[in-house]
Nanobody, 122 residues
Framework: QARPMESGGGSVQAGGSLRLSCTAS?????MAWFRQVPGKQREGVAT????????WYFDSMKGRAFISRDNAKNTAYLQLNRLKPEDTAMYYC??????????????????WGQGTQVTVSP
């Protein structure tokens, strides 16, 4: 499969919202969002099982990030609310064709997008 493509990043003031989109070239069992700040380890934000719709949220943005999907468009969305300056990062989408040990198992994602930058100003 071709790499998934992210969009929707941008600059926003603290307290604002953004909606990120990730479109895959084909069907994937799991889609996930991660984020990374230069010099820091990449961390998970959320995953979704595209068949059953089950979602999983990591502590990084729990309660402020919400993942959803549109299977007809092979697209996953990440709604980011009440953004903080510390949420500034490159946000990446990743997919995996088979569920394997489960969508929250982040080490098995093997198809990554190039990322979309989110910048939150005070």
């Amino acid at each position: 499969q071709a790499r998934p493509m992210e969009s929707g990043g941008g600059s926003v003031q603290a307290g604002g919202s953004l909606r990120l989109s990730c479109t895959a070239s084909g069907r994937s069992a799991c889609m996930a969002w991660f984020r990374q700040v230069p010099g820091k380890q990449r961390e998970g934000v959320a995953t979704i099982n595209t068949r059953g719709g089950d979602t999983w949220y990591f502590d990084s943005m729990k309660g402020r990030a919400f993942i959803s999907r549109d299977n007809a468009k092979n697209t996953a969305y990440l709604q980011l609310n009440r953004l903080k300056p510390e949420d500034t990062a490159m946000y990446y989408c990743a997919t995996k064709y088979e569920e394997g040990w489960g969508c929250p198992r982040v080490e098995s994602y093997n198809n990554w997008g190039q990322g979309t930058q989110v910048t939150v100003s005070p």
